[in-house]
């Protein structure tokens, strides 16, 4: 089942990610989706998170679709990344902790509240999963992941308490857009999510995202390692986020990667 979750104050208090949304909205039209409510009543920092109401009761809404759509597969557009929260531990739970986490991304996301230095939550939904953080979020998950689940793909840009995490929890991490250098950790898993920020695309040819990096990969091979990953594995769930893109002309050269969420 496709969502869109316009969710856009895990990135800080502008809305471009929101816009982005509505854009994908606009993409997705001729399909079927659910879109999950917004709650902008409340942009106040507390608990070290910008924005925490919005972003738990955000989360809330999600959790409640998801349990009524009852789905087996899920595929999310959004959006920032902290709304990987609820669709990953739903599947985790579903699928009894055996889903691969596929994540292609410039950015690790494995800050907590304490930890982080933009006090976004954007950079906190994968050591949210993984037990940590603040602990009323964590209450609104279907389960929690292990450090083994994860695979990193494109890691450029990380904050120090990032990099001691991923070492001392020996989390897989791979530099090349190839599935061949995927292949052992996805071969450990029955069934495979895919997460993709598109930040991690090379700015010169998808420059709207909210935090660009250099040394990006090129949009033909994130098509295609997501097109093997889906042919050679049982991909359960798949979520793009980070979208400021404003017009259908600029998700034009993104188009062939956005198709590929509609399994």
Request: negative net charge; glycine residues 4%.
């Amino acid at each position: 089942m496709l969502f869109i979750n316009p969710q856009w104050q895990g990135s800080g208090i502008t809305n471009e990610l929101k816009i982005g949304a509505e854009t994908l909205k606009l993409f997705f039209k001729d399909h079927s989706f659910k879109e999950i409510p917004l709650y902008e009543k409340d942009l106040e920092s507390q608990h070290n998170i910008i924005a925490y109401n919005s972003i738990l009761k955000q989360a809330e809404f999600f959790k409640t679709a998801i349990i009524e759509s009852k789905a087996q597969k899920i595929q999310t557009v959004g959006g920032d990344c902290g709304i990987e929260i609820i669709p990953i531990s739903y599947l985790n739970e579903i699928y009894k902790n055996n889903l691969g986490i596929i994540w292609i991304d410039a950015h690790a996301d494995l800050n907590t509240p304490e930890s982080s230095p933009s006090k976004t939550f954007h950079g906190m939904p994968l050591r949210t999963l993984l037990g940590e953080g603040n602990e009323e979020i964590k209450k609104i998950l279907f389960s929690n992941i292990k450090p083994q689940q994860i695979c990193f793909v494109g890691l450029r840009d990380l904050d120090e308490p990032e990099i001691e995490y991923i070492k001392l929890n020996k989390i897989q991490s791979v530099s090349k857009c190839d599935y061949a250098a995927l292949e052992h950790i996805i071969k450990t898993y029955n069934t495979i999510y895919i997460h993709l920020d598109l930040d991690v695309l090379d700015e010169s040819e998808f420059k709207y995202t909210m935090f660009p990096t250099s040394n990006g990969f090129k949009i033909d091979d994130v098509y295609h390692l997501i097109k093997e990953i889906k042919q050679k594995t049982n991909v359960v769930g798949m979520c793009i986020t980070e979208s400021k893109a404003a017009t259908l002309e600029q998700l034009q050269p993104i188009k062939k990667v956005l198709e590929e969420i509609l399994f």
